[in-house]
């Protein structure tokens, strides 16, 4: 994976480079980004960047705080030309024998101990298939079911193993840990490896949230936040890779929120009409009664997990339009015709004030949804939350 393969993130992938080229590289380095921003494959490509530097032939500065920079020349490989070297080629493939990886696994089996090792085939395909995947997905793709992922003890004590042995090709070894918010207390088993490691040793932690990583690893790492991408980044890499239309590419943009994860996932139901679901919930909400209410909330309940907050983000980017539009006016709001009109409509039926609360409610729905709530329940506690946030205001949203 090269950098140009990675999404945006122009600033970070500078950044990465210029730490290689001037020996300012720390031994252990958390990107820290949210789901869909790219973490996870800016980390692979700056891992594989690093261990197909070409070995040195004699003494050379050390790639962590050496004293001489490594000139662009015979010791120092840019971003771009990095594929031109002979072990690129397996580095790319997570086949390199000095390219590490760890994440949450499951067991098998009553009674198995697994390590990520054991996974290293379907991690491969995986991050072919979807480098931008968050865990849910992985541990989906192993098939976890409802079984809990972990990055276990015998993981770690499997780490200090393999990144005690001398590399094998390279000059530098590289461990790419996915996930530390699923390492326990068993963690510490890594502080001294991470504060002291043997020389040329680097570690990729890449995490989601900051706070669910043990204090005591977060602490010894070099902080590389990854932001969330722009739209026009999200929307130009759904039609050079997805092969979306232009008018498609830039409505998903403009509801991904920087989530390149949830902008794939939108597109594949890009012809579902959340405008018609969302008038009929609204209807429902404000004038249709109980019975109505009741209808739209077994609909919306068989719909999946997936579905339910894509349609809830849906109506979270129409709130957030509307509100734009009162304080830019609607010619000066880039929208299709019916959005912009529906977006509209929204004004006359709530406040900015309740707008906001709206927003908030959804929000924490989406949130629930996440964690296996019961859609069913959900849907019906939200219909009310909604009625009473806007009962004054009663306006049907006629098509």
Request: proline share 5%; hydrophobic share 40%; glycine share 6%.
């Amino acid at each position: 994976m090269l950098f140009k393969d990675i999404i945006g993130q122009t600033l970070v992938k500078q950044h990465l480079a210029e730490m290689v080229q001037q020996n300012r590289l720390s031994h252990a380095l958390l990107f820290l980004g949210k789901e869909g921003s790219g973490a996870l494959p800016m980390a692979l490509a700056f891992a594989q960047f690093v261990i197909c530097q070409p070995n040195a032939s004699e003494p050379v500065a050390d790639l962590f705080g050496g004293f001489t920079p490594m000139e662009a020349g015979p010791s120092y490989i840019s971003p771009d030309d990095i594929h031109t070297q002979a072990a690129f080629t397996r580095a790319a493939q997570l086949m390199h024998p000095d390219l590490h990886f760890s994440y949450p696994v499951i067991s098998r089996k009553p009674g198995d101990k697994p390590i990520s090792t054991d996974y290293i085939s379907e991690w491969r395909e995986f991050i072919q298939q979807y480098p931008y995947g968050n865990v849910y997905d992985w541990l989906q793709f192993i098939g976890a079911e409802n079984k809990q992922g972990n990055i276990t003890a015998n993981e770690c004590n499997d780490i200090i193993h393999k990144l005690s042995l001398k590399s094998f090709e390279s000059d530098y070894k590289a461990l790419v840990l996915w996930m530390p918010e699923y390492l326990g207390k068993e963690g510490n088993k890594l502080l001294k490896l991470i504060e002291e490691p043997p020389p040329n040793t680097l570690f990729i932690l890449v995490a989601e949230s900051e706070e669910q990583i043990l204090p005591t690893i977060l602490s010894r790492c070099q902080l590389v936040k990854i932001p969330m991408l722009e739209d026009a980044e999200i929307e130009q890499a759904l039609i050079d890779r997805a092969k979306a239309n232009p008018e498609t590419a830039r409505q998903i943009a403009a509801i991904a929120e920087g989530n390149y994860r949830e902008a794939l996932q939108l597109l594949q139901h890009a012809e579902e009409d959340w405008q018609s679901l969302l008038r009929d919930w609204l209807n429902a909400t404000l004038k249709g009664g109980p019975l109505a209410q009741i209808k739209f909330t077994a609909e919306i309940s068989e719909l999946g997990r997936e579905k339910q907050k894509q349609f809830l983000r849906y109506f979270n980017h129409l709130l957030e339009m509307s509100i734009r539009i009162r304080v830019m006016g609607a010619e000066n709001v880039a929208a299709g015709d019916q959005e912009r009109d529906f977006a509209g409509r929204l004004n006359k039926i709530a406040s900015v004030s309740q707008q906001q609360a709206i927003i908030e409610e959804l929000d924490r729905a989406s949130y629930y949804i996440e964690r296996n709530a019961n859609a069913k329940m959900l849907f019906q506690a939200l219909t009310l939350k909604l009625y009473h946030i806007i009962q004054n205001k009663t306006l049907i949203l006629n098509g």
